[in-house]
């Protein structure tokens, strides 16, 4: 993760550098404004890669001399299917109509976008007591 971190931080660096040159040069301000934004997400993304390494065990990303098969295993739980992205996606489509349509459309989005959202956060949830 520590080479993650630093490759975002050089990737900030250089947009803020390309940020200020082209709000000097083309002088128009919603590019400028895209490229400063651009340059503090990177900075979050690189701050946070860099500060969860100092914490974590080092990878094989780390070692220089560390082979591709360092790195194999098991790398988490991915859920095999799910239906609740396909209703918030469903309920966002209609939430972003509604802007064009009319505000209504929202009494039909909310419900779509609240049963996505509780559906995949709870998902796998059986209960605190379940292994006991």
Not at 112 to 129: D, H, Q, T
Request: charged residues 15%; aromatic residues 18%; contains cysteine.
């Amino acid at each position: 993760m520590k080479i993650q971190g630093r490759m975002f931080l050089w990737l900030s660096v250089f947009i803020l550098a390309m940020a200020i040159v082209y709000g000097v040069w083309s002088k128009e301000p919603a590019g400028a404004t895209a490229l400063f934004l651009a340059f503090g997400l990177c900075v979050m993304v690189g701050y946070y890669l860099a500060f969860t390494a100092r914490r974590v065990d080092a990878g094989a990303q780390d070692d220089k001399n560390a082979d591709v098969a360092d790195d194999a295993g098991e790398l988490g739980f991915f859920a095999p299917h799910s239906w609740q992205p396909l209703f918030l996606a469903i309920g966002g489509a209609f939430a972003f109509l509604a802007l064009a349509l009319g505000w209504w459309l929202l009494y039909f989005s909310a419900p779509l976008i609240a049963v996505g959202l509780f559906g995949w956060v709870f998902e796998f949830y059986r209960g605190e007591n379940q292994n006991q």
